[in-house]
Structure formats: C-alpha cells, structure tokens
Nanobody, 125 residues
C-alpha cells in the first residue's frame, strides 16, 4: 500500500493541527490494515505516537500523546487522521503514517511494512 501524508505546518504553542494520510494501491482492503503515526525529531529516533487496529476499538497512544492527540480512520475513503491539540514545542518533528497488514495496531516501528513520506510539524514557543 502507498501512503501519502499531509497537513503539517507551523503552529504556535497550544495550537492544533490535523494530519491526514491517504492510502492507495493495495490489493488488500484498507479496512484490514492497522494504521499508526510515528514521529522523528532532529537527532532522535523515530518514535510511536498513536495506532488504531483494523477492528477499530480503543486506539493506542504514546504517553506524550494521550489526552491531546486523537487517531481516527475512515475506511470508506482509505484515510487515517491524527488530530493534535494543545501542541507543544517538543511535538516538533516529521510525522509519518504507517500501515501494518496484521491489523494489530502495535507500538513498535518494525511491525509496519508501509510508510508515508512524512509531513513536518513545527510548534513555536
């Protein structure tokens, strides 16, 4: 599956952004994939942000995202979103969407075989 992320930008401390990720080109139905967002700040490793399993259910969030970010999916339109509220300067990173055919919605980077190109989020203080 090919993934295309968008929606990043420059926002002030406390602001909000909504990231989008469009999937295409897979013979496997989109609804079977688990979907996730990861992020990578300069000089740091890529880290888990949020995931949602193929079954929907309760999403899985990193501690840093819990209560501020919300991951949702739209299977009819092959989309996954990350709503980010109360943004902080430490949220500044390139954000990547990812897909996993297992459908499990895991937190580990190596579980995901498909990645989008990333979208830059910058939060100014």
């Amino acid at each position: 599956v090919q993934l295309q992320a968008s929606g990043g930008g420059l926002v002030q401390d406390g602001g909000s952004l909504r990231l989008s990720c469009k999937a295409s080109g897979s013979a496997v139905p989109f609804a079977r994939y688990a979907l996730a967002w990861f992020r990578q700040a300069p000089g740091k490793e890529r880290e888990f942000v949020a995931a949602i399993a193929s079954s929907g259910g309760l999403p899985n969030y990193a501690d840093s995202a819990q209560g501020r970010f919300s991951i949702t999916r739209d299977n009819a339109n092959n989309m996954v979103y990350l709503q980010m509220n109360s943004l902080k300067p430490e949220d500044t990173a390139v954000y990547y969407c990812a897909a996993d055919r297992s459908g499990w919605g895991r937190r580990i980077r190596t579980a995901y075989e498909s990645w989008g190109q990333g979208t830059q989020v910058t939060v100014s203080s």
